[in-house]
């Protein structure tokens, strides 16, 4: 497996579990989240194995998205989120819709901004 792949991989358990940190360690939680900004997985990648492991992040992000309320961790996992329904499994639509809620109605004005530029995307 190219090592971007490993990379990518293996920040998916981490989300998959909840890295719910106490205060104070939730720097290390929004870094991992930022890992597919420094994968950047290459083209020459088996398509399907990155097809895969693309999938599996974005339902692991989206699943951490709403679950996590620290705004550290939204703001690193939303610019890399998609937020249409199309984009995941039937049996996600709904996750989704409330992953695009929490954003379009967060305080913070950088996820609401975000949320309105990847739903209209």
Not at 7 to 23: A, D, E, H, L
Not at 39 to 67: C, I, M, Q
Not at 89 to 117: C, N
């Amino acid at each position: 497996m190219p090592q971007s792949n490993r990379t990518m991989s293996g920040g998916i358990p981490g989300v998959r579990t909840g890295c719910g940190k106490p205060p104070g360690e939730q720097e290390v939680e929004a870094a991992l989240l930022e890992r597919p900004y420094w994968t950047d997985l290459p083209v020459e990648a088996d398509s399907v194995n990155r097809s895969a492991l693309v999938k599996e992040w974005y339902e692991a992000a989206l699943r951490e998205f709403a679950r996590n309320e620290d705004l550290d961790v939204r703001r690193c996992i939303l610019p890399g989120l998609p937020l249409r329904k199309e984009s995941y499994p039937a049996e996600l639509h709904d996750l989704v819709d409330r992953a695009a809620a929490i954003a379009r109605s967060h305080a913070d004005e950088y996820l609401r901004h975000r949320a309105e530029i990847q739903v209209r995307s």
